[in-house]
């Protein structure tokens, strides 16, 4: 089984940065990935880190150590869009077998003028 | 290229009825898999379709099944269902080779 924890809620100024951190406990970790999803909406995808280090796409970067089972999102130049909730999920299993994901509950993010 | 679609987006039933959620994948993917998201447990896996064969199920009770079609389009039912059911029922595709999973737009099913 895995356990996943991300805070429950943030807030943040716009123009700023803020991290979102996510930490988990797993058997067989096979990859960890960030969704963003705006209410009512369906998650969409942003980061997937397999390997430890940063991975920066634009405005967003995430972050794993594998040996400490953690992981962050962290988005810069903040925008009111960008006020939406956090999903950290892992995947376990090897690579080409059942793509499970385990997500956390989210991280509500509110950007503020 | 066309993202994932669900039909119906919205569907309202009565506790005891039974419910088909269709899922069509990106073209070209044929791994599917559904989630459950509801407010209080969040997002759950349901289960995963490849190549028509189910790869892995949650925990979820046997009254969820599934099935997938060889364009690998994808329902999902649920029978007797309770109230308990009512959620918002995400579906995702992958490409082969790729890990990355792509959500639908969602069926929000309110059990009555």
């Known amino acids: 089984g895995q356990n996943i924890d991300q805070p429950t809620e943030m807030t943040a100024t716009e123009g700023a940065i803020v991290q979102i951190n996510c930490t988990y406990q797993t058997s067989g970790f096979n990859g960890l990935f960030w969704y963003q999803q705006h209410a009512g909406e369906a998650p969409t995808f942003l980061s997937y880190n397999v390997l430890d280090g940063l991975e920066e796409k634009g405005r967003f970067s995430s972050f794993l150590s594998r040996s400490k089972g953690y992981s962050y999102l962290l988005l810069k130049e903040l925008q009111m869009k960008d006020s939406a909730s956090y999903l950290c999920a892992v995947r376990e299993g090897s690579s080409g077998s059942a793509r499970q994901l385990t997500f956390g509950s989210g991280t509500q993010l509110t950007v503020l003028p | ?112």
């Open chain 2, 1 to 112: 290229k066309a993202g994932v679609t669900q039909t119906p987006r919205y569907l309202i039933k009565t506790r005891g009825q039974q419910v088909t959620l269709s899922c069509s994948p990106i073209s070209g993917h044929r791994s599917v898999s559904w989630y459950q998201q509801t407010p209080g447990q969040g997002l759950q896996f349901l289960f995963e379709y490849f190549s028509e064969t189910q790869r892995n199920k949650g925990n979820f009770p046997g009254r969820f099944s599934g099935r997938q079609f060889s364009n690998s389009r994808s329902e999902m039912n649920v029978s007797t269902l309770e109230l308990g059911d009512s959620a918002l029922y995400l579906c995702a595709s992958s490409a082969p080779g790729s890990e990355t999973q792509y959500f639908g737009p969602g069926t929000r099913l309110l059990v009555l």
